[in-house]
């Protein structure tokens, strides 16, 4: 088997790791990718947490939802950010679960409310339910954050860590753009603030590599994964062969040093896109939306103006059918399903002709709305 790259260059795979590659294989995933997977996370994190194991998913979103399912039971109640990552709601609105917000802001999940809601349960319970258990679990995405683009410090961090650890949360790490921050060093990541033992954290190669191979990995305690791994073996039974083999291959051709050197230009590709798509932003919606420019990721967070209450109207009845703009509506990443005025938007993948004009559209549906509402629009 060989690989064609990008640049032309060919890499001839291992036969006899081909070979391996057709036939069943161990749950936690191809062992040298696993390894190196490993190594990766001792260089890049050094979790001070020993003895933690590492095993390989069908993309990240397969080993979160089997870590869901096992912390959840009827009536858990279960602590996510508000706004969140639709994917996992999706998922979690599946299970006999209850959701309970906590409120963010431009560093992600705030560490204050996250107290407040734990230190006077069952009264802030929002479900209404005084014989709920506390929760014990927490749900976070800390870098370039689906759909906020809030990426959190270290300083945050660890303050919300210390209020896990005050209230013996276990947290779920979903980090999948933590190699997509702007800024050189990266902000450190739970996992490597970890001495307890109480953080899984969920890696993905989609965005640094390729969504197409579905390769995400679970780093966590050895009890914790080995539950995942056992509901691996009851399903779909371990990673696909190939596309860990094509993964490892092209890693084990780079090394640490090259894979450092690929996710900087990623990072640097992500970083003027940004930067563009602001552009965009300050000459086409001021007035018009409010936004935090992000630190990492590939996604901004606007709120509509114009006395837009709910942006699911604008963007479905106006602004996708009407305006040609593709945005989501905020209503998608709401524990609660609450009505919001805010939209998430994409720059990964259009240039900056399209940006600039999709944002002109796009004020131009919330100029029409404004009308309607009887809102004047300020553009000072």
Aim: aromatic content about 10%; some cysteine.
């Amino acid at each position: 088997m060989t690989l064609t790259l990008k640049t032309g260059e060919k890499l001839e795979v291992d036969p006899q790791l081909f070979q391996r590659c057709l036939s069943y294989d161990l749950t936690s995933g191809l062992p040298q990718l696993n390894q190196w997977l490993v190594d990766l996370q001792e260089i890049e994190h050094k979790p001070p947490m020993k003895g933690y194991k590492v095993s390989i998913g069908v993309g990240s979103q397969d080993v979160l939802t089997k870590a869901f399912e096992m912390v959840i039971e009827p009536g858990t109640a279960l602590l996510v950010e508000n706004p969140s990552y639709t994917g996992a709601l999706s998922y979690l609105k599946t299970q006999p679960c209850d959701l309970v917000g906590v409120a963010t802001d431009e560093f992600g999940l705030i560490p204050e409310d996250l107290d407040r809601i734990l230190s006077n349960w069952p009264a802030t319970n929002p479900n209404g339910n005084k014989q709920q258990e506390k929760p014990k679990s927490v749900y976070l995405i800390p870098c370039g954050g689906n759909p906020t683009g809030a990426s959190a410090t270290l300083e945050r961090k660890k303050k919300v860590y210390k209020i896990c650890q005050k209230h013996d949360l276990l947290i779920f790490e979903d980090d999948p753009y933590y190699y997509l921050q702007f800024n050189i060093p990266r902000v450190p990541s739970y996992l490597s603030l970890d001495a307890d033992g109480r953080v899984l954290r969920f890696d993905s190669m989609s965005k640094v590599l390729s969504s197409g191979l579905r390769i995400g990995w679970v780093t966590g305690p050895k009890e914790l994964v080995e539950r995942i791994d056992i509901h691996t073996m009851v399903t779909n039974l371990q990673p696909s062969g190939i596309p860990q083999l094509m993964a490892y291959e092209l890693l084990k051709k780079w090394g640490f040093k090259g894979f450092f050197q690929h996710v900087e230009t990623v990072s640097t590709f992500y970083r003027t896109k940004a930067t563009q798509f602001a552009e965009c932003l300050d000459r086409r919606m001021k007035g018009y939306g409010e936004w935090t420019v992000p630190t990492g990721g590939m996604f901004f967070w606007i709120k509509a103006l114009g006395g837009i209450k709910d942006s699911y109207d604008l963007i479905m009845n106006t602004a996708i059918p009407k305006k040609n703009v593709l945005a989501v509506p905020g209503i998608a990443f709401m524990p609660a399903g609450d009505q919001t005025p805010y939209i998430r938007v994409s720059f990964s993948n259009v240039s900056y002709e399209q940006m600039d004009e999709g944002l002109r559209r796009l004020a131009e549906a919330i100029q029409e709305a404004a009308d309607r509402n009887k809102v004047a629009i300020s553009r000072k």
